[in-house]
């Protein structure tokens, strides 16, 4: 079977499920490998069609494979590659961390959107996990996804405060039920303050620790009707733009420039509204990276089709 060997920066977990969600949707088989710990003068087997570099300190042994003379695999950078992009057979980058990419040699693929690694089966096996715990009002289902504090912007308990009440609030006025999950950078005290005041009148509170947490956070995309996000993370509000639901953002801090033409590109496109706390509804055309990335690689690698479970 053909197959897809990811390389993979240690504790870069986001870009490695970025990288998974590619080869998933190219219906390859897939290995992983850490960067630190990969040789750089490995054997890399026949049946390997394609090399992921899934972050920056994945690079430089893509480089060394990618250099090489004879055969061996297609070599994507899923990362910006400023110093000798050339090497790689193709680049993927978001469209907002555009600096200087249309000089670049090898074929560059953009998208809006972050890839997002929650599949069909994700979703239906999440729902099952978390439609017995919700009980829908007739305004719906809202899903708040709660990221955290970055470099750029802290979230402490007074910006946790802020945003518990402005959901409750936004709870009573339209009657719906929240079902609403941390991450890991949420903050323990963040955490429990959210808890308590938001985890009862029938309202879901999952923590990211929770051992079911990834699975109920897959379910929450595929049952909400709509969504309140934290703007802090591109892979939050990616994975949320994949079901073409309405996204209410809420702003941490103001963050990078790279970050505000994201949040500018998702509004012009449709996906996103900043959160006024009003309940508007909309639609739009879902932003699925991760498939538009399989599209242009497919005929590259001489692949037919994807598996239809990973559409």
Same mark, same amino acid.
């Given at each position: 079977m053909a197959q897809?060997?990811?390389?993979?920066?240690?504790?870069?977990?986001?870009?490695?499920?970025?990288?998974?969600?590619?080869?998933?949707?190219?219906?390859?088989?897939?290995?992983v490998?850490?960067?630190?710990?990969?040789?750089?003068?490995?054997?890399?087997?026949?049946?390997?069609?394609?090399?992921?570099?899934?972050?920056?300190q994945s690079l430089a042994p893509a480089r060394s494979v990618a250099r090489r003379d004879g055969v061996r695999p297609f070599v994507l950078a899923l990362q910006p590659v400023l110093w000798r992009p050339g090497d790689f057979d193709a680049i993927w980058s978001p469209l907002h961390d555009r600096r200087w990419f249309d000089r670049l040699l090898?074929?560059?693929?953009?998208?809006?959107?972050?890839?997002?690694?929650v599949?069909?089966?994700?979703?239906?096996?999440?729902?099952?996990?978390?439609?017995?715990?919700?009980?829908?009002?007739?305004?719906?289902?809202?899903g708040v996804i709660v990221g955290g504090a970055t470099a750029d912007a802290p979230f402490g308990e007074v910006d946790a405060a802020r945003l518990a009440d402005a959901v409750a609030g936004l709870a009573h006025r339209h009657d719906v039920t929240l079902a609403l999950t941390t991450s890991r950078r949420t903050g323990e005290a963040q955490t429990r303050l959210l808890e308590e005041r938001l985890g009862g009148d029938g309202h879901?509170?999952?923590?990211? @620790?929770?051992?079911?947490?990834?699975?109920? *956070? /897959?379910? !929450?995309?595929?049952? =909400? #009707?709509?969504?309140?996000?934290?703007?802090?993370?591109?892979?939050?509000?990616?994975?949320?733009?994949?079901t073409g639901k309405p996204?209410?953002?809420?702003?941490?801090?103001?963050?990078?420039r790279r970050f505000?033409?994201?949040?500018?590109?998702?509004?012009?496109?449709?996906?996103?509204?900043?959160? @006024?706390?009003?309940?508007?509804?909309?639609? *739009? /055309?879902? !932003?699925?990276?991760? =498939? #538009?990335?399989a599209n242009v690689l497919r005929p590259r690698l001489g692949l037919l089709h994807a598996a239809a479970q990973y559409k």
């Open positions: 897809c060997l990811i390389i993979s920066a240690r504790g870069k977990r986001g870009h490695e499920r970025q990288a998974i969600a590619i080869a998933q949707r190219l219906a390859l088989s897939y290995s490998s850490i960067a630190q710990e990969f040789p750089i003068r490995t054997h890399i087997p026949p049946e390997c069609l394609c090399l992921i570099a899934a972050g920056r090898p074929p560059r693929i953009e998208t809006l959107t972050a890839p997002s690694a599949t069909a089966a994700d979703r239906a096996s999440g729902a099952a996990l978390l439609a017995p715990r919700l009980r829908r009002r007739p305004g719906g289902v809202v879901v509170i999952v923590n990211a @620790d929770a051992p079911d947490s990834a699975l109920i *956070y /897959a379910g !929450l995309l595929e049952l =909400a #009707d709509a969504f309140v996000v934290t703007a802090d993370s591109v892979a939050m509000l990616s994975d949320a733009a994949t996204i209410h953002a809420w702003r941490i801090g103001r963050g990078k505000e033409r994201f949040h500018n590109g998702l509004i012009t496109y449709g996906a996103m509204r900043w959160f @006024d706390g009003d309940l508007p509804s909309w639609a *739009y /055309a879902p !932003l699925d990276a991760a =498939a #538009d990335v």
